[in-house]
T-cell receptor
Framework: GNSVTQMEGPVTLSEEAFLTINCTYT??????LFWYVQYPGEGLQLLLK?????DKGSNKGFEATYRKETTSFHLEKGSVQVSDSAVYFC????????????FGTGTSLTVIP | DARVTQTPRHKVTEMGQEVTMRCQPI?????VFWYRQTMMQGLELLAY????????DSGMPKDRFSAEMPDATLATLKIQPSEPRDSAVYFC????????????FGDGTRLSIL
């Protein structure tokens, strides 16, 4: 079956620290992989995506590389800011079907000045 | 940027009342999803549609919940009768068919059942 496992939170970092949020997946075939971010009181927003092995998605200083050999899609940022405080969701979409997503449980990040 | 629009943003009502939540998907999108988010259960898929046809509503309590798409610009989620355990944030998302297409989320309806 299809599933996503995310690093347990919450995560608290100081401003300018390095961020890694781990995400591993189980899937049939070659899924597309996504990271979403949710700020308080808002819906999930697409942060980045990768659609095939070795692809690197990037946006707003965040990066994630689709690693088929380790079935992982870890989110990284070199220097976090207070404004990055949010909940981050990893998700996969199977290669065929109606665009149904499988989401991880979310990782809460708090960045302190 | 095109956005998914959900109404109302907030709803407070008493147990037993009917609740209707509405969603306007992004124009041209042919898939629509309803999710429920709570602290305890996280993000749960309730139902989804492709080309206005329901594909899967197995995540939805059938006895009280119903989801429809009367036309391509409107999706509705109804709860009748509502119960306190239905209190949650309900999100609608839309997208295009295809495994590499993202889902686009609305800002949700925050529902409180007293």
């Amino acid at each position: 079956g299809n599933s996503v496992t995310q690093m347990e939170g919450p995560v608290t970092l100081s401003e300018e620290a390095f961020l890694t949020i781990n995400c591993t997946y189980t899937a049939t075939g070659y899924p597309s992989l996504f990271w979403y971010v949710q700020y308080p009181g808002e819906g999930l927003q697409l942060l980045l995506k990768a659609t095939k092995a070795d692809d690197k998605g990037s946006n707003k200083g965040f990066e994630a590389t689709y690693r088929k050999e380790t079935t992982s899609f870890h989110l990284e940022k070199g220097s976090v800011q207070v404004s990055d405080s949010a909940v981050y969701f990893c998700a996969l979409s199977p290669p065929v079907g109606g665009n149904q997503f499988y989401f991880g449980t979310g990782t809460s990040l708090t960045v302190i000045p | 940027d095109a956005r998914v629009t959900q109404t109302p943003r907030h709803k407070v009502t008493e147990m037993g009342q009917e609740v209707t939540m509405r969603c306007q998907p992004i124009l041209g999108h042919n898939t629509v999803f309803w999710y429920r988010q709570t602290m305890m259960q996280g993000l749960e898929l309730l139902a989804y549609f492709r080309n206005r046809a329901p594909l899967d509503d197995s995540g939805m309590p059938k006895d009280r919940f119903s989801a429809e798409m009367p036309d391509a610009t409107l999706a509705t989620l109804k709860i009748q009768p509502s119960e306190p355990r239905d209190s949650a944030v309900y999100f609608c998302a839309s997208g295009l068919t295809g495994g590499n297409q993202p889902q686009h989320f609305g800002d949700g309806t925050r529902l409180s059942i007293l």
